[in-house]
Antibody
Framework: QVQLQESGPGLVKPSQTLSLTCSVSGGSIDNSDYYWSWIRQSPGKGLEWIGFLYYSGSTSYYNPSLDGRVVISGDTSTNQLSLRLSSLTAADTAVYFCAREFYGVEAISGVDTASYWGQGILVTVSS | DIQMTQSPSSVSASVGDRITITCRAS??????LAWFQQKPGTAPKSLIF???NLQSGVPSRFSGSGSGTEFTLTITSLQREDFGTYYCHQYNSYPFTFGGGTKVEMK
């Protein structure tokens, strides 16, 4: 069973950089069948996709709405995913989730299509 | 960005009811669409991928359909554990986007 667990500070100051880690067990982040994503949800609001890392090929894509402030990286030696978000403002206050996504449209023999998410971590940006 | 518009934004229903949630994309996304269910304080749970493929372990009362710009999620015979908020999610074009959510509440 794949499990993901986010960790990091719960409170950061405006203008600082947020660093979050997602520890993955039950599956390798360099498996080419999957994409490793970060998604956030502002309090009482909907979901915003931040970006993903596709480790086979080390491809990443970020949501342009974040104005180049985001970097997603992975460490295969520890099987962890990281998110760095700089120049924080109050608008970045949200629950941050990491997720393993299949992103296919059809079942593939031997491939688990399930989407696995961490429990999420609330990050508050405030002085 | 592709805008995903869900309707209704909320629905009040009873156990045993059939409900349908619609998701419209601002441009064609083929069948690169997933549906998620979220309950308060928990992470979203994937129900459907590829517009109509049920994830393993998801009850068969859930079904998805559609292609292009219009999609539906149907729950036949609503159960108590189905109450929560449902989101559609397109993964055809960057940046990937989510619908605004449909809250399914008990009547």
């Amino acid at each position: 069973q794949v499990q993901l667990q986010e960790s990091g500070p719960g409170l950061v100051k405006p203008s600082q950089t947020l660093s979050l880690t997602c520890s993955v067990s039950g599956g390798s982040i360099d498996n080419s069948d999957y994409y490793w994503s970060w998604i956030r949800q502002s309090p009482g609001k909907g979901l915003e996709w931040i970006g993903f890392l596709y480790y086979s090929g080390s491809t990443s894509y970020y949501n342009p709405s974040l104005d180049g402030r985001v970097v997603i990286s992975g460490d295969t030696s520890t099987n962890q995913l990281s998110l760095r978000l700089s120049s924080l403002t109050a608008a970045d206050t949200a629950v941050y989730f990491c997720a393993r996504e299949f992103y296919g449209v059809e079942a593939i023999s031997g491939v688990d299509t399930a989407s696995y998410w961490g429990q999420g971590i609330l990050v508050t940006v405030s002085s | 960005d592709i805008q995903m518009t869900q309707s209704p934004s909320s629905v009040s229903a009873s156990v045993g009811d059939r409900i349908t949630i619609t998701c419209r994309a601002s441009e064609g996304i083929s069948n690169y669409l997933a549906w998620f269910q979220q309950k308060p304080g928990t992470a979203p749970k994937s129900l459907i991928f590829g517009a109509s493929n049920l994830q393993s372990g998801v009850p068969s009362r859930f079904s998805g359909s559609g292609s292009g710009t219009e999609f539906t999620l149907t729950i036949t015979s609503l159960q108590r554990e189905d109450f929560g908020t449902y989101y559609c999610h397109q993964y055809n074009s960057y940046p990937f986007t989510f619908g605004g959510g449909t809250k399914v509440e008990m009547k």
